[in-house]
């Protein structure tokens, strides 16, 4: 493998390896549940009055916003500050709050999501101050986002719209493994209910089984999954079962009622419309006892403050010639000194509802893979967390070079 020889932006975020290692360590040591943020917006809030931003708070939400500048551009960086749970402890073989740190790796829950986006954004808007970074040119709100597992994209809609207001570009912190990404499928959680008739379970023929009811339509939806819908870009629309129960008088009786969860990704042009749509046509749905609902979310922030929404996160996708998009390239390559591999997440994030709802341009970039988000291998690799500080001090400049006039 050739050598990479580290930029100068890199030699420059030195300056704050052992600081961000540090902080990474103290934040993965900080249980941090949706709604249980609490403590970890209280330390980014330390942080960032400890570099001397010029402004560092928590809104009404419980979302944390550091500012750094005044000027024109105003841009936001974000990470949600929400960590998943840690399931079951006996498959962890270390302590998911420890922070150890091995190999070059720090590792513990919350490390690749998304502290990963937190550590880095934090120092880099720092070292674009520290650099001589023009802050009469721009405005940089680091904003670390509640509730983003449980509902994504719905604190950053608060933030955007109630607490920082007229934002021109966002770059997500999520991890793309030092990639520039623009865009994913969006999602939906679909309920479906199945009215049935009970009786006693020893003469079956006198009632009406929801549960067999049900049985046929998930066995079209596995079906339907196949056909789905693809894009180029984004991939295919997917759709899976992913929960089922019943209302039943007794073991010995007839369910009178069966209940399925739906998980929809939906690819380019796929709608919440379409999607109900499709399952209402599918042969199994009996619509004189069936009944499709998008769900809601209705969860106090730890703030106390509750903003009911439906679930459904709309797809979106910023074109690859658009000037945030290239931005994001050029800092790449001043912070990496290779051209960026430019792609988009499997997963969902605070991208629905900046981009997919608010039309905001939106990019990605942050170190940490994918595919150890919500594991056991749940990491950051620490030259990979420095790499993304220098990232994060060359995206201003490039967004003023390109995005300026
Ligand atoms: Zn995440």
């Known amino acids: 493998m050739a050598v990479q020889r580290a930029t100068t932006l890199q030699k420059e975020a030195e300056r704050y390896r052992d600081a961000s290692v540090r902080f990474m360590r103290d934040l993965v040591s900080i249980p941090s549940e949706s709604s249980h943020e609490a403590k970890v917006a209280e330390r980014i809030v330390k942080e960032m009055k400890d570099l001397g931003y010029d402004k560092a708070w928590t809104d009404d939400y419980?979302?944390?916003?550091?500012?750094?500048?005044?000027?024109?551009?105003?841009?936001?960086?974000?990470?949600?500050?929400?960590?998943?749970?840690?399931?079951?402890?006996?498959?962890?073989?270390?302590?998911?709050?420890?922070?150890?740190?091995?190999?070059?790796?720090?590792?513990?829950?919350?490390?690749?999501d998304n502290h990963n986006g937190t550590v880095p954004q934090v120092y880099g808007a720092k070292l674009f101050k520290d650099l001589g970074g023009d802050t009469g040119k721009i405005t940089l709100f680091v904003v670390g986002t509640v509730q983003e597992e449980d509902c994504d994209g719905l604190a950053l809609r608060y933030a955007l719209e109630k607490s920082i207001g007229n934002v021109h570009y966002i770059c997500l912190g999520e991890a793309t493994d030092l990639k520039v990404y623009r865009g994913h499928r969006g999602r939906m959680e679909i309920r479906v209910s199945a009215r049935g008739k009970s009786c006693h379970g020893s003469a079956p023929e006198r009632g009406d089984n929801a549960i067999y009811r049900m049985m046929r339509l998930v066995s079209d939806i596995e079906k339907l999954n196949e056909r789905l819908q693809n894009d180029p870009f984004l991939g295919k629309g997917t759709c899976a079962v992913t929960h089922i129960s019943c209302d039943t008088p007794s073991l010995c009786a007839v369910p009178d009622g069966c209940y399925i969860h739906i998980d929809r990704r939906l690819t380019h042009g796929e709608t919440k419309e379409l999607a109900v749509a499709q399952i209402k046509e599918l042969p199994g749905f009996d619509a004189d006892r069936m009944q499709v609902e998008i769900l809601r979310y209705d969860t106090p922030s730890y703030k106390g403050m509750v903003l009911e929404t439906e679930k459904y996160y709309p797809t979106w996708v910023l074109p690859e010639d658009h000037n945030l998009v290239q931005s994001g390239v050029l800092a790449a390559e001043e912070a990496l000194g290779r051209k960026p591999e430019i792609s988009k997440w499997i997963f969902s994030t605070n991208g629905v509802s900046s981009m997919g709802q608010l039309g905001i341009p939106t990019i990605g970039f942050g170190p940490a893979m994918e595919e150890d988000a919500h594991s056991t291998n749940d990491r950051i690799k620490i030259d990979d967390m420095v790499k993304a500080i220098a990232f994060y001090a060359a995206l201003p400049k490039a967004i003023i070079k390109l995005c300026g006039s």
């Not at 750094?68 to 749970?85: L, M």
């Not at 709050?97 to 091995?102: A, N, P, Q, S, T």
Request: aromatic share 10%; charged share 20%; glycine share 20%.
């Open 62 to 112: 419980g979302n944390v916003i550091g500012q750094i500048g005044n000027g024109p551009i105003r841009v936001v960086f974000d990470a949600h500050i929400d960590t998943v749970g840690v399931g079951s402890r006996s498959s962890w073989s270390y302590d998911p709050f420890e922070g150890k740190v091995e190999d070059g790796h720090i590792y513990g829950r919350g490390a690749s």
